[in-house]
């Protein structure tokens, strides 16, 4: 006879910032954040981007609520960092919209980067940069 196991809800959110893009799935838990298979602290070496990814349980007050699971690609540690509180964000309004949404939105975090590297033109050396012009 098999046994069935309970399904563990979670709720889901797409980061992105510049070229990181970052899934984030949120648990019902004791505040454990695992980056990539790794912790927090073993991920991120600066403590400016351990605050980034914190800020948007700090502003619902969900610290201790819910563990995070991330899978983050692309980018450089500040676009990841980025990409996963806005995940991150999206997916506390998943899980609790009326509390959280005002909250999250008047803070700025819903609102994707859109800043990305512009893509190099034929003809030039990079984006913008042409080769020296030379009148003889």
């Known amino acids: 006879m098999a046994t069935k196991k309970a399904a563990k809800t979670y709720f889901y959110g797409t980061g992105r910032r510049k070229n990181a893009v970052a899934c984030v799935r949120i648990l019902p838990g ?7 298979d790794k912790s927090l602290d073993d991920y991120f070496g600066m403590e400016t981007l351990k605050l980034i ?8 007050n969900s610290v201790d609520k819910y563990d995070i699971i991330c899978k983050v690609i692309g980018g450089g540690l500040s676009g990841q960092a980025g990409a996963i509180r806005h995940g991150l964000s999206r997916a506390l309004v998943k899980a609790d919209e ?3 949404k005002a909250i ?10 859109s800043r990305m590297k512009e893509r190099k033109k034929y003809g ?3 984006a913008r940069k042409a080769s020296q012009f030379s009148k003889r």
């Open 98 to 100: 009326e509390a959280n």
């Open 53 to 60: 990814v914190n800020q948007p349980m700090v502003a619902t």
């Open 104 to 113: 999250l939105k008047k803070a700025g975090f819903l609102t994707r980067d």
């Open 124 to 126: 030039l050396k990079k």
């Open 30 to 36: 004791k505040g454990q954040i695992t980056i990539n």
